[in-house]
């Protein structure tokens, strides 16, 4: 059957539609993905919140520093780890970032140290012996500024001490650094009470500032007048009282050190505060000279040789040093054409200063100038004495002369000028050099001339005397020839006398002659004791500069 367009149109063709069956599970799937993904944000931001610090730490190299291995610990306990290690843009240097826990976050601030622990020897302490086993790891010791920092330079060695260890530190100044380092023991009593902790050059060059710690309770005993001075190795010295050989401990020897002592009439003086700056004295000698507040120069004219006289040589008073030697001079005077020899001198008097039992004499002024115009006039004077046959040291002595020649201070010149008196060693020359002088003026040869008649005289006497007895005996009564014996003998005995006095004078003619075996062995003495004090002089010049032989001999070269 066909169908016509005209049919078509009258024709209403119905539509068909096409309806989707709905599932309610098809819908709970979504949730899914949305829980997994509010999972993961909270996780995210969970571990955003909970996530520490991100500190950068700059080495000079990074040695025994792994990334993900390296723990960071503070106390032994950890509290990071190491992310990731680059190289410094100017390549000098090694950057360690690493992330701390959340409750670290205070432990970061500007004056926090970071350090790698490893195993170590140092001088007499051996550190991180667990690291052989477990690695090494980066050490933390918090500050104590309130201002927080990320970015920290790391040390290259385990700071001394930690911030929260109980103790002060001072600072030190000396003239040079000796066999100090860090670490360095500080006694007390010879007791270890303290170490340096860090030193540097002045900025001038002229010196070493080191900074130390004294661990308390130990500090309480360091007074502002406290004095310190270097306690290092073996302290070795030939000087006008001997031989000394002086050492603090057997760590000291290896490592160096520093010794501290307090004057015993402050001993109960408040302590020094924290960072109170001390003078580092070469040695406790040195130290102990210092505490006097006045200290005076004088002038010391002496006309005689000064060699072993050192700088430094004590003035002595009696045994107790009140004074050192500070120069020495020399000087001349065109007029007597002769030559001076200046010796500077500094000089203490307060260690002349009388304690007083009466309460009201103690704290009384000393006028010194009245005091040395009083001395001197008593004879009080300066002399040359020598401290030791061994080292040939000669030292300043301050004692009373009666005979003393007339003296007075000159105390107009500058510094002013203190009377000496000639040196026993110098007088004794002088006195057997006059003895010698008087020997050789005497007339020895006329002497043993005259002596020699003389004997002859005698002997032609005895010998007249001899026939006249023997004359007188062939007459003489027989009674009487006992006592012609007796006066024989006597004259034999006169006769034997006269002999002997004879050999006696030749012998001294012969001994007390210009060429006479006295007068050699003098000579010959005196030139022996010459040579042995130039022996002594140069073995103690040798030992000064070369202390070290005693121990190694003397070198190769040198012998």
Do not use: C
Request: hydrophobic share 40%; aromatic share 6%.
């Amino acid at each position: 059957m066909t169908i016509t367009p005209q049919q078509t149109e009258s024709v209403e063709v119905a539509k068909a539609f096409i309806e989707r069956r709905r599932y309610r599970s098809s819908q709970l799937i979504w949730l899914i993905p949305i829980i997994a993904a509010i999972i993961g944000a909270s996780l995210a931001v969970k571990s955003y919140l909970d996530r520490g610090p991100i500190i950068t730490i700059t080495f000079k190299h990074g040695e025994g520093i792994e990334a993900g291995k390296t723990k960071i610990k503070y106390k032994d306990v950890q509290i990071g780890e190491v992310k990731s290690i680059t190289i410094s843009k100017d390549r000098a240097n090694v950057v360690v970032t690493a992330e701390l826990s959340k409750e670290s976050t205070q432990l970061l601030v500007e004056d926090t140290r970071f350090w790698v622990v490893r195993a170590r020897i140092s001088g007499g302490s051996i550190s991180g012996l667990g690291t052989l086993m477990g690695g090494s790891y980066i050490g933390v010791d918090t500050g104590m500024s309130k201002t927080e920092q990320r970015e920290f330079t790391g040390l290259e060695n385990p700071p001394v001490i930690r911030m929260d260890e109980p103790g002060r530190q001072f600072v030190l100044h000396a003239s040079d650094i000796g066999s100090l380092n860090v670490s360095s023991p500080i006694y007390f009593r010879r007791m270890q009470v303290g170490e340096v902790i860090a030193y540097e050059l002045d900025k001038d060059g002229k010196g070493v500032t080191l900074k130390i710690f004294i661990r308390s309770p130990y500090d309480q005993y360091v007074k502002p007048n406290s004095l310190f001075w270097h306690a290092s190795g073996i302290d070795f010295s030939l000087d006008a009282n001997g031989v000394k050989i002086t050492t603090e401990s057997m760590i000291s020897i290896l490592l160096g050190g520093i010794a501290f002592q307090t004057p015993d009439d402050t001993i109960d003086a408040k302590p020094a505060p924290p960072s109170t700056l001390f003078t580092l004295f070469q040695n406790r000698d040195e130290a102990q000279k210092r505490p006097d507040t006045i200290v005076e120069n004088y002038a010391l004219i002496f006309r005689e040789s000064l060699r072993g006289l050192p700088i430094g040589a004590p003035v002595d008073l009696r045994g107790v040093t009140v004074g050192e030697v500070t120069k020495i001079n020399i000087e001349l005077d065109p007029h007597k054409k002769s030559f001076a020899m200046p010796v500077e001198i500094k000089f203490y008097p307060e260690r002349l200063k009388a304690r007083y039992r009466s309460k009201a004499l103690q704290g009384k002024q000393m006028d010194t100038r009245k005091l040395l115009d009083s001395l001197v006039e008593n004879g009080f004077r300066a002399q040359i004495r020598s401290g030791s046959l061994l080292t040939g040291q000669l030292f300043v002595a301050l004692d009373f002369f009666p005979k003393a020649p007339k003296a007075k201070m000159e105390w107009n010149k500058n510094p002013p000028e203190f009377p000496t008196m000639t040196g026993n060693m110098e007088q004794f020359q002088t006195m057997l050099m006059q003895i010698l002088q008087k020997i050789e003026k005497l007339p020895l040869e006329e002497l043993a001339g005259d002596a020699r008649k003389t004997v002859q005289t005698l002997d032609t006497t005895l010998k007249s005397a001899d026939k006249l007895i023997k004359g007188i005996d062939a007459s003489i009564l027989p009674e009487a020839k006992g006592m012609v014996e007796d006066v024989r003998k006597t004259l034999g005995n006169v006769r034997k006398t006269l002999d002997e006095a004879q050999k006696t004078l030749a012998g001294a003619n012969q001994t007390l002659s210009a060429d006479g075996p006295l007068q050699l062995d003098l000579r010959d003495a005196l030139r022996e004791m010459s040579r042995a004090a130039q022996a002594l002089r140069a073995l103690g010049d040798y030992l000064e500069r070369h202390p070290e032989s005693l121990i190694r001999g003397k070198k190769e070269e040198e012998r």
